[in-house]
């Protein structure tokens, strides 16, 4: 009867054993941690992970659309070089945002023509955006053969020292994001997102654009990654035409474990949020654990696995019993 | 502005493949026009020509006197003409209320969703089908929980919610039980006085007679004729769907009628002069819908399943198949049998055909050939001996009269009864002890049901036990000896002899009986037969 119970609650919120994970994880942080709450190191902390935040929040909006995007480290990569060539040390706040504006445009463009592939020519989406992931990242070295560039002296300060009502920037981008997704919710197109990812025949035959609906959650990955790349390149000053690539594939696991499912119609940007800091505790807790170098990977990778096995892992756990 | 559609001369090709050569049909507004015709006659692509999901390569279409032609469905929408399909056009994560409303949804400032508005007009059209739905079916339920009869009210509200002209019903009370569908009906008459038009498409006579005003009858393509109801009989229906003369002997005519009684006094007989060993015994089963049932099915005996939709009939095949968890004492041919898997039924001798066989009976992309010998390519060695399989591909098709362009064409080439058929080879290819069979004749025609009623006969007199559930009464009356009803998860009836007649079923369906099933059942039996030769004109 309990494991009945607990199988709907599971169902209605898919993300309840990372929140568990979360809260089991900051427990240990804190402990292998003792100064984890103060403003200066919260802050940091956010820092390291908005940019991949940014990011998962797009993927997000592409997977509950039924699609997949291999594309958007490079994205990040491509962006970079992009804010990098194109800003000095010295440079203001206006052209700051019109590079940014450029590199959104530039994201947004590259999403359509991922869109593009997928939906109109109906192309399997992890291939194609597998394939795209070379196309825009060697068009990142092309811009920045070399780690290098730089990023406006000033904004750079501002963004990693400033704490407005001591809570760190990135929490007020948190509850931007998650505004904004209710909002997008109760729009017709996040009406259409969700019967698109879930049964896309269905959609069609309601007459749901489902074709410019997918284009859309591609341009919309593509505008997120290079949002990415902005807090990236605030946070470190400079640019590497090869940073994004580890990115991709931690942008897909946050998802999975904010429990948005792989094959599309279901999820949400609040899980993935859960998700994002739950794979950064999980990165905080090992490089403060003395874990010898050569561990860290497999280890790093152990609690991940665990951490995506462990809904059914419990649910299978109950149906024995 | 009152609607009249007129359809003329439309046709459809699939490569060389003809869907409709030469279908017509009128409907004016406050008409209710039946389309009938066996399957694979063109009524599916007729409709989906009427509401632009096909584009016809000949005839046209008049709206209003005027010749139009759909982009698609939405522009057919626009102009007021729609269909409840029996394909289901809904999105299972998303709850009642969005799917009725995507794409139209209520909203403020043109921009943003007004949900009190959606949960409100839903609760309002859900209110049409009060007391013939449960009360699980709220606006915020998701789709993907509700049985098949209440996905399809949703479905028909769904096409409701845009306030057509023009409503075609394709097979809309296939999955829905009596009470649903007498309350359709009553809709359907409201919608009359409103002045819509509607479109009927059943396979159900009766239906079609209680409905119609005027019917139009479709063969291989081709309007073969438009009767009155009131100057059209059964019979003349039927022969024109099958394309024999009504003139010849009246058991010729009504085929449709009398194959499965005559198929279920063969089943009968063998079952009464042979009283099987008890193939199947069950004791107090337990499921998430069924609560505590005990039942015996002997060898040769053709055991019915009855009631409502939902009532835990297939929670019983699904355990007892061992494809569900389930507690209590299952015995089959005197061994215990707890399945946990369809492996283990299936290597005691249990064969499964299911309801939903595009889901669960069929892959549709693949070979018929395939799709038979999928259970049973364990036999054939390795390498496989594609020889023989084919021979027993071959023999299985022929005895099931499959009529297919070759064993390699995929399952999607098949018509709704032929691909069932498949669904029922595949398992007769394992020559199984105990059959288990989840309402197999739904949405297949007349002359298909016919055969599978025949087959279902020769099976049970060459010692097969046959466990099975139907959502169609006339079914269990003509083609069983002995019928369980269930309501709530429980046997409120065992129907026999006498006792099984169409009221004493369709009484305990709706749960009549419940709680006195035990010592009150043979007092039923003789109330009802008492009131039974009263009743008969």
Redesign the interface.
Known sequence: MSG?RWQRLLSRHPYLFTLLLFAVLLLANRLLQPNLFESRVLSGNFRTFLPLLLLAVGQTLVVIGGGIDLSVGALVSLATAILVTNLLPESGMGAFLAVVGLAALAGMAAGAFNGFCVAVLRLQPIVTTYATAFLFGGVALWLLPRPGGAMPQELAQFYRQQTPLGLPIGVYVIIALLLLWL?LR???F???L??VG??P???Y????PVTWVRVATYMLSGLMAALAAAALTLGTSSGDPRIGDAMTLDSIVAVVLGGTRLSG??GGVAGTILGVIVLSLIRNIISFANVPNWWQTLVDALIIVLALAGPALVRLLW?RT | MLMTLSAQHLAKHYGGVTALADGSLEVAAGEVVALVGANGSGKSTLSKIITG?VAPDGGQLLLDGKSVSFA???AA?ARGVTAV?QE???????SVA?NIW??H?P?WLG???N?AAVQAQTARLLALFSGAISARLDPRAPVRDLPPDEKQIVEIL?ALSRRPRLIILDEATASLDSRQVTRLFDLVADWQVQGKAVIFVSHRMDEIFRLADRIVVLRNGQTVGRLARSEARERDVVALMTGQAAAGAPGDAAVAQETPAAAGEAAGAGSTLLPGAVRLQVDDLRT?NVHGLSLQVHDGELLGLGGLRGQGQEDVLLALFGAL?HSGRIRIGGKVAAFRHPQEAMAAGVAYVPGERNAQGLLSIRSILENLQLPSWAGYGLPLRMSAARADGRRVADELAIVMAGLDEPVSSLSGGNAQKVVLGKWLLRSPRLLLLNDPTKGVDVGAKAEIYRLLAALAAAGTAILFYSSDDEELLSLCRRVLVLHDGLLCAELQGPSLTRSQLVAAGMGAVSGETANGEAAGGKADTAAEPGSTP
């Open positions: 009945h909002l109760s729009t017709r996040g009406h259409y969700f019967a879930g049964q025949e269905a959609a035959t309601t007459g749901v119609g279901q149906r | 999901v698609g469905p939405p929408r399909y289901l056009s809904l999105v299972p994560d998303m969005e995507l794409t949804e909203r921009l943003l969703v949900r769904k998430p968890p």
